[in-house]
T-cell receptor, first 109, second 115 residues
């Protein structure tokens, strides 16, 4: 799969929405965007994935631009427990999972 | 099912010693993956199994590394003649084939320190 570009770190106040951007300008038409996060000392955890349409689940919302070259993960009401490294990648359905260096989100009081 | 289990959680070993880690996946998952993660980096793929067959190995998996999944259930990762550069978190994950890269469940990892 191809690489993505994410900010190295972000801060967010507790209770506010956290908006994490990701650029994936080389995404192919059949590739999904997917997000995982890793809380300190734990394994990565699946958050959400999408192809073209915006997606929402109990954890987050994923907004994908019309040209699919970028996306934003939204945590609507961030809590301290959302402090983690967030990974954005894109790949086809048959591919293995890979990670970059991600965005370190710090949620503060 | 309590998820993916890894044992031990921590291992300290002297350089040159052999170490073995175990991973118990979610019982109905037929794929099992090993990753390595060093400080400040995302996890890096090492190898994966579908049932008992090892289908892919990364270039990171040197000759000193060997992984097995003898009965298609649990897996072991052995590192022979450990080096300080092997110090890392070793993560195991499992999934169902065909679910793509979104249905992975990771364990909490084994942290290896080579002194």
């Amino acid at each position: 799969d191809a690489k993505t570009t994410q900010p190295t770190s972000m801060d967010c106040a507790e209770g506010r929405a956290a908006n994490l951007p990701c650029n994936h300008s080389t995404i192919s038409g059949n590739e999904y965007v997917y997000w995982y996060r890793q809380i300190h000392s734990q394994g990565p955890q699946y958050i959400i994935h999408g192809l073209k349409n915006n997606e929402t689940n109990e954890m987050a919302s994923l907004i994908i631009t019309e040209d699919r070259k970028s996306s934003t993960l939204i945590l609507p009401h961030a809590t301290l427990r959302d402090t983690a490294v967030y990974y954005c990648r894109h790949t086809g359905t048959a591919s293995k999972l890979t990670f970059g260096t991600g965005t370190r989100l710090q949620v503060t009081l | 099912d309590t998820g993916v289990s890894q044992d031990p959680r921590h291992k300290i070993t002297k350089r040159g010693q052999n170490v073995t880690f175990r991973c118990d996946p979610i019982s109905e998952h037929n794929r099992l993956y090993w990753y390595r993660q060093t400080l400040g980096q995302g996890p890096e793929f090492l190898t994966y199994f579908q049932n008992e067959a090892q289908l892919e190995k990364s270039r990171l998996l040197s000759d000193r590394f060997s992984a097995e999944r003898p009965k298609g259930s649990f897996s072991t990762l052995e590192i022979q003649r450990t080096e300080q550069g092997d110090s890392a978190m070793y993560l195991c994950a499992s999934s169902l084939a065909g679910k793509g890269p979104y249905g992975y469940t990771f364990g909490s990892g084994t942290r290896l320190t080579v002194v």
